[in-house]
């Protein structure tokens, strides 16, 4: 079984400009969540995905951050313009509805100068 | 709100001694509850978790976590380290009410002496 499919691993931009980030869950998980990491913590919800439908974008800043999961499947995570402290590790993750359990994607490592 | 707090924000320990990472929790019921290990550079992988039944989980790598509901704990046991433990660890609840809603503990980085 495949597992979930972050690109890319590292992008290195300068502040004001845009960048994406796309995963591919595990087939058959309708549950995808996007979370930010900072260097030592822990992963923190940006936004939660019920099949196509973001069912909790509360902590997405959506002044500069949107995302989409066309057809359910694949998401997408956009920034724009992206600042300094957007410099964090970006986690996708999908949850398997028989055990409940989250699988994690290695992350999309974003550095802005 | 839910919170998860992991009070160890760093541990160390010598190969092939005992070792507990302790996790609180804030949450109204019951919820389930998730240990997940991050190596430098990669994603979370599941260590165990607790939805209900036996309070003392087993997990991979030789790991336990008990549920403890009086203190509303779920600390983390592995009667012997090895080297390749090295890594962060992250303690996880799942709100059960309202569904699929994880949070996630600040980690505790455990370093293994030789």
């Known amino acids: 079984e495949a597992g979930v499919v972050q690109s890319p691993r590292y992008k290195i931009i300068e502040k004001k400009q845009p960048v994406a980030f796309w995963c591919n869950p595990i087939?058959?998980?309708?549950?995808l969540y996007w979370y930010l990491q900072n260097l030592g913590q822990g992963p923190e919800l940006l936004i939660r995905?019920?099949?196509?439908?973001?069912?909790?974008d509360s902590q997405l800043p959506k002044d500069r951050f949107s995302a989409e999961r066309l057809k359910g499947v694949d998401s997408t995570l956009k920034i724009q313009p992206a600042e300094l402290g957007d410099s964090a590790v970006y986690l996708c993750?999908?949850?398997?509805?028989?055990?409940?359990?989250?699988?994690f994607g290695e992350g999309s490592r974003l550095t802005v100068l | 709100a839910q919170s998860v707090t992991q009070p160890d924000i760093h541990i160390t320990v010598s190969e092939g001694a005992s070792l507990e990472l302790r996790c609180n929790y804030s949450?109204?019921?019951?919820?389930?509850l998730f240990w997940y290990v991050q190596s430098p550079g990669q994603g979370l992988q599941l260590l165990l978790k607790?939805?209900?039944?036996?309070?003392l989980v087993q997990g991979i790598k030789g790991f336990e976590a008990e549920f403890k509901r009086s203190q509303s704990s779920f600390n983390l046991r592995k009667p012997s380290v090895h080297w390749s433990d090295a890594a962060e660890y992250f303690c996880?609840?799942?709100?059960?009410?309202?569904?699929?809603?994880?949070?996630f503990g600040t980690g505790t980085s455990l370093t293994v002496i030789p």
């Open positions: 949450y109204g019921a019951t919820p389930y």
């Open positions: 993750a999908s949850r398997n509805p028989n055990t409940g359990e989250l699988f």
């Open positions: 607790y939805f209900s039944g036996d309070t």
């Open positions: 995905y019920e099949n196509e439908e973001a069912v909790d």
């Open positions: 996880a609840v799942e709100e059960t009410n309202t569904g699929n809603q994880f949070y």
């Open positions: 087939s058959g998980h309708n549950t």
